[in-house]
């Protein structure tokens, strides 16, 4: 069992839409937990991070984590064209590691 | 966010040569530093976890005498990819972790 999955897309979301992306983690002790985005060839940039189980929002970001169910998610509202990239969930466990699930590939159609 | 700056960005070099790559945080301390690896199409493989003062961490898999990390300093950590052959041509990435982490611009490394 991968410690951090993620399904691998590709998304297709429509332009103005909203795109959610899932994650799942093994490790119960886990607690913080990030999302990145990576454009081909680039190093991934931060795009949120969440400590408590619920919601959080940032713009036009929300992560939501549940870890009970050990999953978090991360919607982007009104999805544009420069949103298409891969997306990495990365969980600081209790391992004392930072580790990535496989990213999902998000494409935004015009 | 905090900075930190990855060098080189790209480095071309001759099979069995070696090649050391530096990862520093610019504007902050890092104890604790982690060293990736990306092959095409794929996610970020943890290799090592660098922890200064002491010796690297790595995972299952990763060869120490192969990959040599040293983390002199709180602000500094090089990887060295010692005898690189063409099977090591990868995107290496570096990041510092002060309860986010953050990543270098990352070193594309190819071995001809």
């Known amino acids: 069992q991968k410690e951090v999955e993620q399904n691998s897309g590709p998304l297709s979301v429509p332009e103005g839409a909203i795109a959610s992306l899932n994650c799942t983690y093994s490790?119960?002790?886990?607690?913080?937990f990030f999302w990145y985005r990576q454009y081909s060839g680039k190093s991934p940039e931060l795009i949120m991070f969440?400590?408590?189980?619920g919601d959080k929002e940032d713009g036009r970001f929300t992560a939501q984590l549940n870890k009970a169910s050990q999953y978090v998610s991360l919607l982007i509202r009104d999805s544009q064209p420069s949103d298409s990239a891969t997306y990495l969930c990365?969980?600081?466990?209790?391992?004392?590691?930072?580790?990535f699930g496989a990213g999902t590939q998000v494409v935004v159609t015009p | 966010g905090a900075v930190v700056s990855q060098h080189p960005s790209r480095v071309i070099c001759k099979s069995g040569t070696s090649v050391k790559i530096e990862c520093r945080s610019l504007d902050f301390q890092a104890t604790t530093m982690f060293w990736y690896r990306q092959f095409p199409k794929q996610s970020l493989m943890l290799m090592a976890t660098s922890n200064e003062g002491s010796k690297a961490t790595y995972e299952q898999g990763v060869e120490k005498d192969k990959f040599l990390i040293n983390h002199a300093s709180l602000t500094l950590s090089t990887l060295t990819v010692t005898s690189a052959h063409p099977e090591d041509s990868s995107f290496y990435i570096c990041?510092?972790?002060?309860?986010?982490?953050?990543f270098g611009q990352g070193t594309r490394l190819t071995v001809v």
């Open positions: 990365a969980v600081w466990g209790s391992w004392g590691k930072l580790q």
């Open positions: 990041s510092a972790y002060t309860g986010d982490a953050f």
């Open positions: 490790d119960r002790g886990s607690q913080s």
């Open positions: 969440i400590y408590s189980n």
